[in-house]
């Protein structure tokens, strides 16, 4: 019985007139390769491979090791924009209807072929995801910074108050502080995506993370202790709370450390 993705895919195919598929992978460099075969020989492809001669793909295999075959992932089913199945008006059939969907590569034996770069992305992202990585891709525009110049230093101005009587002179006194300046801030924000399934128009939406430049200005406050090392030194050990505005509004939170001296 044809899985529902199979059943999707050739429904599509019924409703805009594709009479062609483009069985879809890439050799060695990355180079787009195709194996074109009618849309009624898709069900076969998917249960049974298609098989190719591997020795005609730039980096693949000897002629000596030569047969694989293909098999189609459903889930990349498309539609090609340029080979339309219909005409303008969606009432007329045109002979050129063609969809692409992009394979994995088998040798003989049913084992994934070492050199196929998609095989190799796979086993990449496994080895990243046991150790806490994940890729998250968007297909949109990228990410600009309207035009807005970053500094590539940190420039800040504070002022900081020790609490207590004869706080300079004591081992350790708390301290409250504030500022601002000019600085760049990375930030994790999250990202909403909307997805859309080629095949049954159905719309997933979902979270997911991103970075964005935040600034250049900002304003800090926060607090800690000081520990004294001399009457005109002391070790500043706290937190602090940044809020940057600019092109983008970003909070942060963080320690603070540093070393102060007095005249």
């Known amino acids: 019985m044809p899985s529902k993705e199979l059943t999707a895919a050739l429904k599509l195919a019924e409703e805009r007139n594709l009479r062609f598929v483009s069985l879809q992978f890439t050799d060695i460099v990355g180079a787009v390769k195709s194996v074109q075969v009618p849309m009624h020989q898709l069900e076969e492809a998917v249960e049974h491979g298609k098989w190719f001669d591997g020795s005609s793909i730039e980096g693949f295999a000897r002629i000596a090791e030569s047969d694989m075959f293909l098999?189609?992932?459903?889930?990349?089913?498309?539609?090609?924009?340029?080979?339309?199945?219909?005409?303008?008006?969606?009432?007329?059939k045109l002979p050129t209807g063609s969809a692409r969907v992009i394979c994995d590569v088998f040798t003989?034996?049913?084992?994934?072929?070492?050199?196929?770069?998609?095989?190799?992305?796979?086993?990449?992202?496994?080895?990243?995801?046991k150790l806490g990585y994940v890729l998250n891709t968007y297909p949109g525009q990228a990410a600009k910074d309207d035009s807005k110049a970053f500094p590539p230093v940190h420039l800040e101005l504070?002022?900081?108050y020790l609490i207590g009587q004869d706080a300079l002179l004591k081992k350790v006194a708390p301290f409250i502080m504030v500022g601002g300046g000019v600085s760049t801030f990375e930030t994790s924000v999250k990202v909403s995506v909307v997805e859309t399934n080629p095949m049954t128009n159905l719309k997933t939406a979902k979270d997911v993370d991103a970075w964005q430049r935040a600034g250049p200005i900002f304003i800090t406050f926060g607090g800690g202790a000081r520990i004294g090392l001399s009457e005109r030194a002391g070790l500043m050990l706290g937190a602090r709370v940044n809020l940057a505005f600019g092109n983008a509004f970003a909070p942060s939170f963080g320690p603070d450390v540093g070393i102060v001296f007095g005249f």
């Not at 098999?71 to 007329?92: C, H, M, N, R």
């Not at 050199?115 to 990243?128: F, M, N, S, T």
């Open 71 to 92: 098999v189609p992932d459903l889930d990349t089913f498309s539609a090609i924009p340029w080979e339309p199945g219909l005409g303008p008006d969606g009432k007329e």
């Open 108 to 129: 003989p034996n049913g084992d994934p072929f070492a050199g196929d770069p998609r095989g190799v992305l796979k086993r990449q992202l496994e080895r990243a995801s």
């Open 158 to 160: 504070r002022g900081t």
